[in-house]
C-alpha cells in the first residue's frame, strides 16, 4: 500500500514538472528533454559512477 | 506552531526546529553520519530536533524545503542545451542524482517525516539564506545580501527587509558567481572545492595581490555592483572536473598540484612536514607565486563584495545589513563591510552556507507566511546535540580512561587551567553543539595563545594541516578592544560566531602570537550569559595570566566533522596527539588511560 501511494505520489510529483515547464513556457523544450532524458537514463542505468570530481553540486 | 525547516541535496543537509516562536535545535546532517559536507537527506538531524523540541512527526505543521528543485531542474537542462554537445557528460553525470533523489523531494520528506504533502512547502535557495540572516537578526529593518556558488538560478541577492517582509530587489543569476570565481581559484590553487575556500584565505596572508589586474581579466563589475564572468577562463558549467580552461592556466600558469607542501619565507618550513625537500628553494619560489594568486582573488573577492554592499545601501537606504550565503563565511571581506561602507552594524547568521538555509526556510514560514509578531534572535549558536552526564560517563567507562569527575565547576576550570600554562593542548566538549562551522567553545580545542610554538604544536599534533592556517582567539567580550582591533565589540553579534577578521592591536602582537595571522586575527568574543562556563574558564586563565584569550579551533582532526557526541570525542582524543580531554564535569588526562 505504502509502495503504492509512493509511486502514486511520484508520478504526481512527474505531471507537476510537466505543468512547471508549460507554466514557464518551456513546452519548447519537452522534447529535447524526452530524448535527453532517454539517453540519459540509458547511460545512468548502465554505469555506476554518478559524482564527478570536481564535487562542488552545481546541479 | 511547529515548523521544520530542511536543507539537502546539495552541500551541507541540516534541519532546524522552531517551536512556537522558539528556536529549539538545529543541526548538521555531518555531525552525525560522521561524514564531512554529508548532503544526503538529513535523517538523523531531522529525528534530533524532533526529540529535543519533544514533539513526533504528528505536531508538526510545516515542513519547509530550501529551495525549489523543479526551478534548479529548470537551470540543469537550459544549461545542458546551451552549451550541447559539450554539457552532455555534465547531464547525465546529474541526472543520476536527479532521478534518484532531487526530483522526488517532496515525496521523500512525506515518506521520511511522515507528514503529508499539504504541509510540505518550499522556499527559495537565496530567499531561504536571505531570511536565515535577517529573521534571526535584531534589526526591525535591514538591507539582505546574498551570494554563494549558486542555488536555483540565482547567485547573488540584493534585498530588503522590514519588519515580517522580506523581499529582493535585484539578482545576479549563474553562471556568474562570485562563489564559483573563487572555488574556481582554489580548485586552482590545488585545494578541494566547498572545502579549501577557508584555505585559500589563510594562504592570502602570505601573498601580495600582485595579480589582481589578472583577475580581473575574468571579472568585470559594472558601477551597480553587477558582475560579468568572462567564461572562457571557466569550465565549471559545463563539466563536473574542472572548473577552469586552459586560457585560465595561459594567464596564471600552471595550477598548483593537490596536496603540495605549502610554506613561504614567512611561514617557515615546520619540522613536521620532515626533511627539507631537495627542491626548497624552487619550492619557496613557487609557493610564493601561489601566495599572491591566493591574495588576489581574495582582494578581488573582497571588491566585489565590497561594491554590492555599497549598492545595497545606495538601493535600500538602510544603515543595518544582513549577509548570508557560503561567501558571507569570508570574515576578512565581512570586516571590511563594516569598516568602509555606509553601512553601521551587520549581522551574519553563525551558519551563512547551505545548512543555515534549513534555519531560513523554517524562519520565511514563521515571519513571513504565518506574520507572527515574535521575533527570534540569534545571538548564540548552542543548538545542536546535548548529552547529560550520565551519557558521559558511560563513554568513559566503555573507553577504559579514568577521568576525574569534578562537582565543582571552579576546580575544574583551575585544572584546565593548570595544563593550559603548562603548555598542553586541551579537548574541550560541554553544553550543546555548535550550529555551523566554528566551534565556539562546546567543541573546541583549547591552547595557550601566549606561546609562539602552540600554532605548531597543534597542527603537528592534532590538526595536521597546513603551517599556513590560522588559529582564532577566544577573548572575553568586555576585554577584546585591549587585544583586537574592533570597535564596540561587546556589541558586535558577527563576532560572537568568529565571522570578523580583525588587526591585533601592535603592542599584544606578542603577547597572544599563537592567534595572530600575520597581524589580525579571526577573534571570538565570549559573554557570560551565553556560554557560563567557557566564559569562566577565558575569565580564569585571565587572572592567573592576565590574558583573557584562549586560542580555539574545532575539534576535529582533518578530513572530519566536529565531534557531536562524547564518544566522538573520545575516538578523536585517542587518534590525535591531545594531552588532556574535557567531557562536561570530566576531566581525562592521556597518561592515566587503563
Known amino acids: 500500500m505504502k509502495i503504492a501511494r509512493e509511486i502514486f505520489d511520484k508520478f504526481g510529483i512527474a505531471g507537476e514538472l510537466l505543468a512547471f515547464l508549460w507554466h514557464r513556457k518551456l513546452w519548447w523544450m519537452i522534447p529535447f528533454v524526452a530524448v535527453l532524458l532517454l539517453f540519459g537514463i540509458l547511460i545512468v542505468v548502465g554505469s555506476t559512477t554518478g559524482v564527478g570530481p570536481f564535487v562542488y553540486t552545481l546541479f | ?594
Open chain 2, 1 to 594: 506552531m511547529n515548523i521544520l525547516g530542511i536543507s539537502c541535496y546539495f552541500h551541507d543537509a541540516a534541519a532546524a526546529l522552531i517551536v512556537d516562536g522558539t528556536l529549539v535545535a538545529a543541526s548538521e546532517e555531518e555531525r552525525f553520519t560522521r561524514i564531512k559536507h554529508d548532503y544526503e537527506f538529513p535523517d538523523n538531524a531531522i529525528r534530533f530536533c524532533l526529540n529535543a523540541g519533544g514533539i513526533s512527526t504528528d505536531n508538526l505543521d510545516y515542513v519547509v524545503f530550501f529551495e525549489k528543485p523543479f526551478i534548479k531542474f529548470d537551470r540543469l537542462l537550459q544549461t545542458t542545451l546551451s552549451g550541447f554537445p559539450q554539457t552532455y557528460p555534465l547531464f547525465t553525470q546529474s541526472l543520476r542524482t536527479w532521478l534518484f533523489d532531487k526530483l522526488w523531494v517532496r515525496s521523500t520528506i512525506t515518506s521520511q517525516v511522515g507528514v503529508p504533502k499539504s504541509k510540505v512547502l518550499f522556499s527559495e535557495h537565496h530567499l531561504s539564506h536571505a531570511a536565515s540572516a535577517y529573521f534571526a537578526s535584531p534589526f526591525d529593518e535591514a538591507a539582505v545580501l546574498t551570494f554563494d556558488g549558486v542555488g536555483e538560478w540565482a547567485t547573488t541577492t540584493l534585498g530588503v527587509g522590514k519588519g515580517n517582509d522580506l523581499r529582493t530587489i535585484k539578482e545576479i543569476h549563474f553562471p556568474h558567481s562570485i562563489g564559483l570565481l573563487y572555488s574556481a581559484l582554489t580548485a586552482f590553487l590545488g585545494f578541494e572545492v566547498n572545502e579549501g575556500e577557508y584555505k585559500v584565505m589563510g594562504m592570502a596572508s602570505y601573498g601580495t595581490p600582485r595579480y589582481a589586474d589578472l583577475i580581473w581579466k575574468m571579472v568585470e563589475q559594472k558601477q551597480d555592483g553587477s558582475f560579468w564572468l568572462d567564461l572562457g577562463y571557466f569550465s565549471f558549467h559545463r563539466s563536473t572536473v574542472h572548473s577552469f580552461t586552459k586560457k585560465m592556466t595561459d594567464l596564471l600558469g600552471p595550477p598548483r598540484a593537490p596536496e603540495t607542501p605549502f610554506f613561504t619565507e614567512a611561514t617557515g618550513y615546520p619540522d613536521y612536514y620532515g626533511e627539507r625537500p631537495d627542491k626548497y628553494d624552487e619550492l619557496l619560489t613557487d609557493n610564493q607565486h601561489y601566495a599572491d594568486i591566493a591574495a588576489s582573488i581574495q582582494a578581488v573577492a573582497e571588491d566585489l563584495i565590497l561594491e554590492l554592499a555599497r549598492e545595497s545601501h545606495r538601493q535600500t537606504g538602510k544603515t543595518r545589513l544582513c549577509l548570508a550565503g557560503g561567501v558571507a563565511l569570508n570574515s576578512v571581506a565581512n570586516a571590511r563591510i563594516l569598516n568602509e561602507t555606509p553601512f553601521e552594524d551587520i549581522y551574519v547568521q553563525p551558519n551563512a552556507g547551505d545548512g543555515g538555509a534549513a534555519l531560513g526556510a523554517s524562519l520565511l514560514a514563521w515571519n513571513t507566511m504565518l506574520d507572527s509578531p515574535e521575533r527570534i534572535v540569534m545571538d548564540h549558536a548552542y543548538l545542536g546535540a546535548w548529552h547529560s552526564e550520565d551519557a558521559i560517563a558511560e563513554a568513559i567507562a566503555a573507553s577504559g580512561h579514568t577521568a576525574i569527575q569534578y562537582d565543582k565547576e571552579e576546580v575544574l576550570v583551575d585544572a584546565v587551567c593548570d595544563r593550559l600554562e603548562g603548555g598542553k593542548v586541551i579537548g574541550w566538549f560541554q553544553g550543546r553543539s555548535e550550529w555551523g562551522p566554528r566551534a565556539l567553545g562546546n567543541r573546541s580545542i583549547l591552547a595557550d595563545p601566549r606561546r609562539s610554538d602552540m600554532k605548531d604544536t597543534v597542527n603537528a599534533k592534532i590538526k595536521f594541516r597546513e603551517p599556513f592556517r590560522p588559529f582564532a582567539p577566544s577573548v572575553l567580550a568586555e576585554r577584546c578592544e585591549e587585544f583586537f582591533e574592533l570597535p564596540q565589540a561587546y556589541s558586535s553579534l558577527p563576532a560572537r560566531f568568529m565571522l570578523l577578521v580583525v588587526p591585533v592591536r601592535p603592542d599584544k602582537e606578542d603577547v597572544v602570537p599563537a592567534v595572530s595571522h600575520m597581524g589580525t586575527a579571526r577573534v571570538q568574543t565570549v559573554h557570560k550569559n551565553s556560554n557560563p562556563r567557557y566564559y569562566r574558564l577565558i575569565e580564569r586563565f585571565g587572572e592567573r595570566t592576565n590574558v583573557p584569550v584562549l586560542l580555539n579551533t574545532s575539534f576535529n582532526v582533518r578530513g572530519e566533522p566536529i565531534v557531536n557526541s562524547p564518544e566522538d570525542a573520545l575516538g578523536t582524543f585517542d587518534n590525535s596527539g591531545l594531552d588532556s580531554l574535557v567531557l562536561g564535569d570530566f576531566l581525562i588526562d592521556k597518561e592515566l588511560k587503563k
